[in-house]
């Protein structure tokens, strides 16, 4: 029988490396998958320059170059990945999927504990709310984006206004900030007494915070690991069981989000185990040719 048409993967060095010499184990599954079902496959380089080719493509967390197209990514920590058609995570399927608390998962505990240990060793357990409140932020300080319910800048004001303890605003390490927005930032924090800008710390903060104020930075995530709970201003996949802020109503959503105590195991062995595709496990294949599937592939 003879091969069907060629998918391009696109990817960024030195992750275009790996996948050519076969080391990158979920790439090498998602080309077992094709290939099996007569796929060729050719790796390309980003960033996409010139005409792509027209056919069907996989490419690593940017939009695909045309409607036949697909995007995967990995979902916040290794071996966790996602397939979806776009790039922007607050529109995939999992964001849409509806989360249901009640839905049996017998190893959730030991799953949550395995990962609460092997991402932040014995820091989770030492977690205790210190009278803070985290916020994250992401760049573009003084830009509200589509997605966003309102500035960054804006929603540490947000926080600072509707919280009466103190709030710990942290810059992202690999951002690079321009001036505006750092005066911007300084100017409020000489304004309130009970904020205070800072860098770095993830570990730290998550670990002593009360709860996490964010757009929908992956920190807040990371806080599900130690039993955080968070407030979200922009859409995200993780959101299921934060609160999501509400212009109109940000007091009831503070006082919300200052009591909320979700099942956090539960709902990381469902964003993982069952939403996602974790390469190591024995059944990666399957799940990588049904999201191939789930966008009309026939693999």
Known sequence: MADRETVSIYLEEPLHQSAVAGTHNFI??????????????????????????????????????????????????????????????????????????????????????????????????????????????????????????????EMVGHVVAHSDRKVIATLHPKESYGRGDLAALEALENQHVNLTVASGNMERYLQTCDYVVTQNSGVAFSGYFFGKAAMLFAPIDFHHIAVRADLTCLAEGFAAVDTLTPDYAHYIWWFWQDQSINAGRDDAGAKIAARLRRFGWDV
Request: hydrophobic residues 40%.
């Open 28 to 153: 090498n599954l998602v080309v077992e998958v094709l290939e099996t079902a007569r796929f060729r496959v050719e790796f390309h380089a980003l960033p996409i320059t010139g005409n792509p080719p027209a056919g069907r493509s996989l490419s690593h967390m940017v939009s695909p170059p045309n409607e036949r197209g697909l995007v995967f990514r990995r979902v916040y920590h290794y071996p966790f990945w996602q397939i979806d058609a776009v790039a922007q995570r607050w529109h995939w399927d999992t964001a849409r999927a509806p989360y249901d608390p009640g839905q049996t998962a017998p190893d959730a505990a030991r799953f949550y504990q395995f990962w609460q240990k092997r991402l932040f060793g014995d820091a989770p357990h030492q977690a205790r709310r210190g009278g803070f409140v985290y916020v994250p932020l992401q760049g573009h300080l003084r830009r509200q984006r589509l997605f966003q319910s309102c500035t960054p800048l």
